[in-house]
């Protein structure tokens, strides 16, 4: 059976030599954290998540440091129990660069992001976000929506699909409420 344009796309990802992807992780490693970029590298990807081809679309590509995230450790008035110096942090890389992208381009909104790939030290993603004065964007019947003003700041406001995912959001396979407190996860039958 034939298949779209898209899944030999998708297809063709899996299956870059890794040759490749790590002579283009240490590129991206030398270049800025967050760097505007002219096409989505995952062409498939970026089409399922709502990208097209036209004015006021904007890809960003973040890059963000891997493992627990540091605090500053106390020096007065606390028991020494207290002194955690790792933190792992309640959000998902995903939501972080969205953040990010948003802080770094504050007259664009996030539409979605995906992963691009990992080294020892990074993760990479690519943001989709919208410029919404643009007359592309208010033209089009599926995007205007995100020029109302309850849509502002989506990503730091945790109404994206990765903040949604790491917020507990979409997880209505259990019998439980749709975001149940943390205390409640294991209480379902007693």
Known sequence: MAQGMYHYVAKAWKEIPREILQERLIQWRASNSIVKVDKPLRLDKARMLGYKAKKGFVIVRVRLKRGGRTRPKHTHGRKSTKQHVRKTLGMNYQWVAEIRAERKYSNLEVLNSYYLGKDGKYYFFEVIMLDPNAREIASDKDLKWIL?????????????????KSRGLRNRSRNLKVRPS???WGRKGK
Do not use: I
Not at 148 to 159: E, F, T
């Open 148 to 164: 109302s003003d309850k849509n502002r700041m989506r990503a730091q406001r945790g109404l994206t699909s990765a903040a949604r």
């Open 182 to 184: 943390l205390r409640s």
